[in-house]
Nanobody
Framework: QVQLVESGGGLVQAGGSLRLSCVGS????????IGWYRQAPGKQRELVAT???????NYADSVKGRFTISRDNAKNTMYLQMNSLKPEDTAVYYC???????????WGQGTQVTVSS
């Protein structure tokens, strides 16, 4: 059974930083595509950052230069370091892992990030 458990969300002032963590069980992060998505109220879920098979990273234009995705293979954990946060970054952040043979999506429960102006 696959489980993804996020942590690290919270309330921060604009310009501040947060680091999100996602611990995976039942799926190996190092050999499957993984990433972070977010959903703001009234909006669709959108991609924030991913680590593709092979290890290359991809970022939404809105977070490039401010957010960094990484993983710790030994801990089967991925991270999202978020710097220079803006009020428009306010959303529920979800970690995602795709089963590489059929792209089936696994999702965490989400963690709230609120950035005050």
């Amino acid at each position: 059974q696959v489980q993804l458990v996020e942590s690290g969300g919270g309330l921060v002032q604009a310009g501040g930083s947060l680091r999100l963590s996602c611990v995976g069980s039942g799926i190996i992060f190092s050999i499957n595509p993984i990433g972070w998505y977010r959903q703001a109220p009234g909006k669709q879920r959108e991609l924030v950052a991913t680590i593709r098979l092979g290890g290359s990273t991809n970022y939404a234009d809105s977070v490039k230069g401010r957010f960094t995705i990484s993983r710790d293979n030994a801990k089967n954990t991925m991270y999202l370091q978020m710097n220079s946060l803006k009020p428009e970054d306010t959303a529920v952040y979800y970690c995602n892992a795709k089963r590489r043979n059929d792209n089936y999506d696994y999702w965490g429960q989400g963690t709230q990030v609120t950035v005050s102006s």
